[in-house]
């Protein structure tokens, strides 16, 4: 994102989406590299850490993708997780979690890469109701956000340390 402000082409809504919703997603992937395996799979913290973190890049997959195709499961997906429900029937490993995210970003590159400002505004039916895929880009950029900052704070109280902020032109 460094020479934005040199780039005299005005950015479509798209691009300015993107540049909000890629840090989001650095600072979900610098707050995993923070947690130590003890951490990840402590059961006193309810939801363990690597629920957390599974049912933040899954649901982040979900909502951004191409909706006229299935969904995909990974092969060690953790149906309990989804919700956060206690207690799962598995745990699911960082290097697990990290191999998942990058085809999850790269899955969500892939379909943004297909969307104009004008299908912005498109609406679709998804979990049996309308959506534009900008509210699905919001709601995402919030999700995952909501998440780092619990990330942080666990990682705060535990460890005394936290993953930085990331934002465009910043």
């Known amino acids: ?6 780039n005299t082409k005005k950015p479509d809504m798209v691009h300015i989406l ?5 840090p989001s997603l650095e600072m979900l992937k610098e707050v995993i590299e923070l947690y130590s395996n003890e951490l990840w ?13 599974y049912h933040t890049l899954f649901w982040f997959n979900a909502w951004l993708r191409d909706w006229s ?21 598995g745990n699911i490993s960082k290097e697990q979690i990290e191999e ?18 004008e299908s912005l505004l498109q609406e679709q039916v998804a979990f ?21 900052g619990y990330l942080n704070s666990v990682l705060r109280m535990k460890k005394g340390i936290s993953a930085e902020w990331i934002g465009f032109n910043e």
Do not use: C
């Open 128 to 148: 049996n109701k309308k959506w534009m895929i900008a509210d699905r880009v919001l709601n995402q950029i919030r999700h995952i956000q909501h998440h780092v």
């Open 1 to 6: 994102m460094e020479g934005e402000i040199m």
């Open 100 to 117: 998942y995210m990058n085809k999850v970003v790269e899955d969500y590159k892939s379909f943004l890469s297909t969307v104009s400002p």
């Open 18 to 22: 993107k540049r909000q919703l890629d």
């Open 41 to 53: 799979y402590a059961e006193n913290d309810m939801p363990p850490i690597w629920e957390q973190v």
């Open 69 to 89: 195709k299935p969904i995909e499961y990974p092969k060690f997906h953790v149906e309990e997780a989804l919700e956060m429900k206690r207690p799962p029937t």
